[in-house]
């Protein structure tokens, strides 16, 4: 007794007073047997059917068995007449007829209704029938529809309007059939029927950009009644807008600016967020929309403010001057009980406000920031970093801000943008660094996330043995050794060895930590203990260079097909692997297809592959395009041609080049070029001995037999063809087509490691560039090579920068470049060149001039 | 992707109705590309009902999505679209779904009256919105659509307190008015 009132009790606060709490599958399906009852008994059979209803809806599955056993005892309740009980029916047929299987059945029973004289039943029996129709099944109901969709009760013709829309997913050829009656549909007087009618027009006419174009200015012109679906038209008129390359009628952007007078918020909203979203909207189209927007600020409705400020802050990030007028009304906004609209209003603010208003603003951003989302908070972070950027002398105020949050409760992606919103900082201003270094010192001492905690630990292991005391940090990295999980202690373990390897007054310490290291329990952390461990004590800077500094990077892949390569042959010389390091395995790809050639199987491993160049103007007979691959002793050039010609086929088509010093030693001929489809055919010439006329210049016909077809068939009508030509662009052969990209790491170790003895330094005056980034673009492209150190990236308003370049020379030849530039007149640029073997130096230095 | 807003009907990512608890009374979801299973849609319905329950600020931005709610005794109402959808759209939505069952529940909006004629919210529900399309907003039409046994014999298993109670209620409102 005693026991089943504790139950009840417990069921009561486990239920919170919710009857259909401890309602399960089982039973309710065995009560679903109710429904077989003549007469039905309406009651019990709703209360029932509800139940399944409210189950489906908690997420409860259902087997297939299961469910079409409650279908079919739902077809059951078609006899009454009950409205409610008829409605529910038609859920449960919908809710249902994903699971259950010959759901078909209620067919007739749902077309009766929906031709039937009783309105409540019209509109959500088709809704439930177009749910479960097929396509084929369309043209039995065909006729009904039409009506349906120009009934004069607006629910009805929603209600096939809003399926018609669903059944275009499926079958838009259906639907097209329609399309007369939803034209008559947009005329209704219903808000909502011209909605939907808007809606299932545009989407059938979207693909036709003429016909969107002439609904577009009939709807216009006249005037739409339902603002739902004014919304609609703004978004299609924006789309065009944005579209229209051209041929840009201006009537559109009128009707958009008509739109912000309309009296439905809904619609002046709509109407603002589309001008100021329109990239082609400059500085002058945007002070109506923001009037609109700054109206909304002060609404009452939260809402309203909500989609205000959040549009202006977007706007913010392109036009910040546009904003300033609405700064007032955005600075009482501050204090707005719905903290989304209030963190969006400082955000707004700090990307409009000036450098003074910083710290007030950060003032006000602490205060509330425990209570936003993390969306929220990480919007916070970005307005944080480009604030940064922008004033960087608030960086010690935004830092200290940006540590108080990282040391607060959020998840990882906020957590993430912090650190790297540091870290932008960091690599921003030096002056900066060793303060932020500190703040990510601390905050991994107590992080939760191990990817975080590994990406900040080899951020450290970068800049930390730079700094003015290395030994400091390494407290830090040490206690990840001793407190972390595996993959933190293995990134620990050699971000040690790092500053082992840079800071020779802690190179003894650094042993002994490593040393200890090795008794880890896990494998990897042991591996690289003791792999570190034995570079560091041999004291060899060569090794600790190339092992710990610079370690070598390889695409796996080409790696892999070298190792095979290398098995296969008889060799007996120790495996060499300088070839292979590779930061691009794109030509991985174009290996495959050539090692398949049988005649370029001897030339050994692929070296580089360039950028496609196109050897034809567009839009003309022929395109062909080449790319060269290079190999350790020879050049392949691919053609890929394009026959664009439809009444032509082509036959044996080759390309002959002629250049002073190259021979052509074998040319694969494309055997035949059908309209369209792209064939490729192929020149092997072996790179001369001299490695100074390793570059030139290749003049380049296409040459072919024609043979006159049809164009409908593409058969030949002649059995006999003529030879023709066809003069293509010249290919030159760079210095770039030499040299691979490769990273690395460390620059400055690298190139002490090289050294001066293949040295050559010369200075050169390029005036034809004005500005330093096109330099160093230029230049990187010229050579072929790999910016270092992030130094392709030039801070604002400098005069002088220095670009550090590295790469391999064809032949496994490591190339350092230092190019030192300053802008004066044209650019100055002072060019070192180091590398292993005195030819390649010459050939990079003189390659520039 | 450039910002500007998809032309389309399918505009209502979800309809969602939770208890005073955060638990679900009715929820649908309309695009499945936002939420993989009842799972994640719990788990959803949780975080929001965490960030909504205490402040009565109407809007809010979640996981990719903005919610306008509204709230009244144990029960709180949710209406979700994309997280750059036009706002006072889905707010026209809300409020005809709120006053549609305000109207159905003879003004007591409360989580006991609505489980008890849970079966013409769903139909009101099915009216608003089907499958991302918003259906219909007026309220008064939704309710009418709905509501009609009430019309016919309004008191057929009411008790006789309820009906006092429903009588002081009208009573009460037609004064306000």
New interface residues.
Partial sequence: MIGSFKQIKKDEEDGGGNPYHSTDKTSVLQEARVFNETPVNVKRSTHVLTKILYLLNQGETLATKEATDAFFAMTKLFQSNDLVLRRLVYLGIKELCNIAEDTIIVTSSLTKDMTGREDQYRAPSIRALCRITDASMMQAIDRYMKQAIVDRAPGVSSAALVSCRHILKESPEVVKRWVSEVQEALSSDCVMVQFHALGVLHQLRKSDKLAVTKLVSKLTSSSLRSPYAICLLIRIVARLIEEDEIGYDSRLSDFLESMLRHKAEMVTYEAANAIVTLKRSSARDLPPAISVLQLFLSSPKPTLRFAAVRTLSKVAMTHPNAVTACNLDLENLIQDVNRSIATLAITTLLKTGSEGSVDRLMKSISSFLNDISDEFKIVVVEALRSLALKYPRKQAVLMGQLADMLRSEGGLPYKEAIASTIITIIEDNPEAKEKGLDHLCEFIEDCEHTTLAVRIIHLLGREGPRTRQPSRYIRFVYNRVILENAAVRAAAVSVLAKFGAQCEGLLPNILVLLQRCMMDTEDEVRDRATYYHAILATRDSTLIHRYILNPPQFALPSLERALVQYLQSPAVEPFETRMEERVVPTHEKYAEQLSAIPQFAHLGPLFKSSTPVELTEAETEYMVRCIKHTFQNHIVLQFDCTNTLNDQLLESVSVVVDGEGWVVQTSLPCASLPYSQPGSCYILLPIPEDIMSTTGTLSATLKFTVRDCDPATGEPDTDEGYEDDYTLEDVEITVADHVQRAARSNFAAGWEELGATNELEDTFALSAMSTLEEAVTQITQFLGMHPCDRSDRIPEGKSSHTLYLAGTYRGGHEVLVRAKLALADGVTMQLTVRSDDPEVSEVIASAVG | M????????YIIKGIAIL?N?G??????YYDPSIFSG?KE??KFEKNLFQ?THR?N???????RLTC?YRSNVDLFFYVMGMSYE???????VLSCLYDAVSAILRKNVE??AL??N???I??AM??IC??G?????DPQ?VSQ??A??MEESPFNDQTVTQVLQSAREQLKWSLLK
Avoid: F, H, W, Y
């Fill in positions: 450039s910002g500007l807003l998809e032309p389309t009907l208890d608890d638990n679900r009374l009715l929820a649908k009842v849609e719990r960030k402040a600020a109407e809007v809010i931005m979640l996981d306008v036009n706002e006072l759209i889905l707010v026209s989580k006991r489980l008890d849970l079966d013409l769903m139909l099915d009216e089907d499958g399309i918003p259906l219909e907003t039409v659509r709905v009609l046994r």
